[in-house]
């Protein structure tokens, strides 16, 4: 059973600019969840989808959006990017939208940098 | 609201020695409480779990847990480290929606 994947795992991306982070779950597993990992916040969670709606988001500003399609595949979108967007993005995935029962699989990330 | 407090970010024990990683929790409801590993520019791996029932609870690679409400703890322990067992540890409490609230880690040195 193939694991989380994200893609790419790493990215360099200029200041001003946006980009794009992919994740596919787990089949069969329909929550997904987004965290930023960086060395002075630690783990933060960004949102979460579930059957293509977003059911609960984070604390940070409007540049971070994401998307899930109908095969559960998400997308996370940073616009406008800042140095301070540099950071190990996780993607987790779930297989019930229950609290707690679907323990979360997370990807091995994507390692951004903005310069 | 939920959080995790993980007593000690840097913890050095000696190959063979026993492991024991602290994790305190605030939860408004029952909480449902993780540990997790993660190695050099990996995600995370689940280490264990509790939701209820047993409150010792035993994971992989010969790890365990102990909730104990009155303590609001969820201690993480291995009788005998391996130096493979260096990596960063997150405890975790989940909240509604799959929302995990993460502690800020602890990383484990194994020294031979």
């Known amino acids: 059973k193939a694991g989380v994947t994200q893609t790419p795992r790493y990215l360099i991306k200029t200041r001003g600019q946006q980009v794009t982070l992919s994740c596919s779950p787990i089949?069969?597993?329909?929550?997904v969840s987004w965290y930023q990992q960086t060395p002075g916040q630690g783990l933060q969670f960004l949102f979460e989808y579930f059957s293509e709606t977003q059911r609960n988001k984070g604390n940070f500003p409007g540049r971070f959006s994401g998307r899930q399609f109908s095969n559960s595949r998400s997308e996370m979108n940073v616009s406008t990017l800042e140095l301070g967007d540099s950071a190990l993005y996780l993607c987790a995935s779930s297989l019930s939208s229950d609290r707690g029962v679907g323990e979360a699989f997370f990807g091995q990330g994507t390692r951004l940098t903005v310069v | 609201a939920q959080s995790v407090t993980q007593l000690g970010s840097h913890v050095s024990v000696s190959e063979g020695a026993l492991v024991l990683l602290r994790c305190n929790y605030s939860s408004s409801v029952p909480p449902y409480l993780f540990w997790y590993v993660q190695y050099p520019n990996q995600g995370l791996q689940l280490l264990l779990k509790y939701t209820t029932g047993a409150t010792l609870v035993k994971g992989i690679n010969g790890f365990e847990a102990e909730f104990k409400k009155s303590e609001t703890s969820f201690h993480l322990t291995k009788p005998s480290a391996h130096m493979s067992d260096a990596a960063e540890y997150f405890c975790?409490?989940?909240?509604?929606?799959?929302?995990?609230?993460f502690g800020t880690g602890t990383s484990l040195t194994v020294i031979p």
């Open positions: 089949s069969g597993h329909r929550s």
């Open positions: 975790a409490v989940s909240d509604a929606g799959n929302q995990f609230y």
